[in-house]
């Protein structure tokens, strides 16, 4: 998609040198950034429910939600060159320039989103704010060539963006009733999401929107709601005089305190690869 937008780019950037047009390509782009969650909410059952198969639906995937944001933004960096250059003796200068920032923005990006703002935002906010961003770069370059009709389009996006957003962003797990959350965020592995069903007494851990990965029962009894817990005790059918045990994955951690509380003397291990 990169490929094709700086081909494309330059050639648009030749025959029609407006910044009008490089506002619009940046605008476009913010608008296809901003539908990434609401794409993906729809082509990932889609492509799951039609088959397609492990190798072929990343793909496919990856294909329907990020070309055409990433084609646009392609498209960009021609535009930025030909506005950069001054004087066709600095052309290399000013190229390089432009890398160098582009590079320092793709490291930066990366660590501000995998280090910090997942933690913060969630990730389908974080699109929705990135599409907001290049919109509003659009606007200042609308403003800046006296486009009124265009800067009011962009008045228009922000508006509506932010009353989809505020309806709720697609990705972000919301229980019917009776359930409620009681914690939800972002960590580099999962969305986790707990859930306290009050008239059944119980509390589940959710991860990306599953209605159940973990439960436990309020009253404190040591019974889970869910039988894969109960399932985890066949091990002593072979080793009944087990001393160690290793859990790899905490979850809600239900089925290692169980064995911790009603095995005295038994030790514990558990691994567990997201700190969240």
């Known amino acids: 998609a990169l ?8 050639g648009l950037a030749d025959r029609y040198p407006s910044r009008t047009v490089w506002g619009g390509l940046l605008g476009a782009a913010g608008v296809f950034v901003f539908l990434v969650p609401f794409i993906g909410w729809w082509a990932n059952p889609f492509l799951v429910n039609i088959r397609v198969g492990d190798q072929a639906g990343p793909l496919l995937a990856s294909l329907i939600i990020f070309f055409i944001p990433s084609l646009l933004l392609g498209m960009v960096s021609p535009f930025a060159v030909k506005f950069c250059v001054r004087d066709v003796s600095s052309v290399g200068n000013t190229t390089g320039r432009l890398y160098a920032v582009s590079a320092a923005g793709n490291i930066l990006g990366t660590l501000l989103t995998a280090f910090l703002l997942i933690n913060i935002v969630s990730v389908p906010y974080i699109f929705v704010l990135s599409g907001l961003v290049l919109a509003a770069l ?5 403003i800046g060539e006296k486009k009124r009709a265009l800067s009011l389009l962009c008045y228009l996006f922000f508006g509506v963006s932010v009353a989809a957003s505020y309806q709720g962003v697609p990705g972000t797990f919301t229980p019917e009733p009776p359930q409620t959350v009681v914690f939800q965020q972002d960590s580099f592995y999962n969305q986790v999401t707990v859930l306290e069903d009050l008239p059944a007494g119980i509390r589940k851990l959710a991860f990306d929107g599953n209605y159940g990965q973990t439960g436990v029962y309020l009253s404190g009894d040591h019974a889970s709601p869910y039988p894969t817990t109960d399932m985890m005790r066949l091990p002593l059918a072979f080793v009944p005089e087990m001393r160690r045990v290793l859990f790899l ?12 509380d009603d095995y005295p003397g038994l030790q514990v291990d558990v691994v567990e690869i997201d700190p969240l």
């Open 249 to 260: 994955g905490c979850g809600g951690g239900v089925a290692p305190r169980n064995f911790h």
């Open 138 to 142: 659009a606007l200042l370059v609308f």
């Open 3 to 10: 490929a094709c937008g700086y081909f494309l780019g330059g």
